[in-house]
């Protein structure tokens, strides 16, 4: 009897130790990490956030800054990532790169001068960290991190 009780007190004691809580992070506009903490249920809150989404809306975009031209989504990326841009005193978005943490060009998009907005595919890119290179005809570069989830 002594055995039994022993090893369901085991048991018992194993199976609470599996559910260990998950850190989570904080991080600020420029990526900085400003708060850390214990989070047991995570995972439920983690799903309770997602967004789903039929048709892109502005207030979907996230911006570097709120004085920025550049608006993107969703990051992280699983499929599609959405770029927009504004055209300002006729200094226009002449190509577009992105970069993996090689620093290999995996995709490349020229003549840009007449568009605002450019899909890019990322299905077929492993999962990692991309560098995405927006060249403006004034020869001024924005870069922009995404993650590939």
Do not use: H
């Not at 559910?19 to 991080?27: A, G």
């Not at 993996?100 to 990692?128: A, H, L, R, T």
Request: hydrophobic share 35%.
């Amino acid at each position: 009897m002594r055995k039994l009780l022993f090893i369901t007190t085991i048991f018992i004691s194993f199976l609470s130790y599996a559910q260990v809580p998950k850190i989570t992070f904080e991080y600020d506009a420029a990526g900085n990490q400003v708060q850390r903490y214990v989070c047991p249920t995570c995972s439920a809150k983690l799903n309770q956030d997602v967004k789903e989404i039929s048709e892109l809306q502005e207030e979907d975009l996230q911006k570097f800054f709120p004085e920025d031209v550049i608006s993107y989504y969703p990051n992280p990326v699983k499929e599609e990532l959405y770029l927009k841009w504004e055209l300002i005193n006729d200094n226009k978005v002449s190509s577009i790169e992105v970069f993996d943490m090689n620093g290999k060009v995996v995709q490349n998009y020229k003549d840009q001068k007449q568009e605002n907005n450019q899909v890019i595919s990322f299905k077929e890119f492993p999962v990692g960290l991309y560098v995405i290179n927006l060249n403006y005809t004034n020869g001024e570069i924005k870069t922009i991190k995404i993650l590939k989830n």
